[in-house]
C-alpha cells in the first residue's frame, strides 16, 4: 500500500488550503497528522472508508474537514481560516484494521510522505 499526498503550500493567515492523499490499497480508515518543528506529531482527523463518521482534534473542530472519494481512493482535508501555528508537514496515514483508537497515531500502519503547509502572519 502506498499514499500519496499533495495539496500543501504558502498560504497567508485566515486563508484556506486543500490536501489531499490518494492510496493504492484498501484499508479500514485514513488519518491526517501533523508536526511542526521541535514539536511531537499531533493527530488531525480520521474517516472510515465504508460508513462512521470523521473525527477531529479539539484545535481543528470546525475549520478542518475530512473527506473521502471512495471511487478515487482519495482522502481530503479542507483546511480553513488558517493560523500560523497550523503551520506543519502534514502527513497522511492508513489503518488496516477496526481495532485501535483513530487518533493515536501508533495504531496506523502506512504513512504518506507529508505535505508541508506553512502559514504567514
Known amino acids: 500500500v502506498q499514499l500519496q499526498a499533495s495539496g500543501g503550500g504558502l498560504v497567508q493567515a485566515g486563508g484556506s488550503l486543500g490536501l489531499s492523499c490518494a492510496i493504492s490499497?484498501?484499508?479500514?480508515?485514513m488519518g491526517w497528522f501533523r508536526q511542526a518543528p521541535g514539536k511531537e506529531r499531533e493527530f488531525v482527523a480520521a474517516?472510515?472508508?465504508?460508513?462512521?463518521?470523521?473525527y477531529y482534534a479539539d484545535s481543528v473542530k470546525g475549520r478542518f474537514t475530512i473527506s473521502r472519494d471512495n471511487a478515487k481512493n482519495t482522502v481530503y482535508l479542507q483546511i480553513n481560516s488558517l493560523k500560523p501555528e497550523d503551520t506543519a508537514a502534514y502527513y497522511c496515514?492508513?489503518?488496516?484494521?477496526?481495532?485501535?483508537?483513530?487518533?493515536?497515531?501508533?495504531?496506523?500502519?502506512?504513512w504518506g510522505q507529508g505535505t508541508q503547509v506553512t502559514v504567514s502572519s
Open positions: 490499497g484498501r484499508t479500514y480508515a
Open positions: 474517516i472510515p472508508w465504508s460508513g462512521g463518521s470523521a
Open positions: 496515514a492508513a489503518k488496516k484494521t477496526f481495532y485501535g483508537a483513530l487518533y493515536s497515531g501508533t495504531e496506523y500502519d502506512y
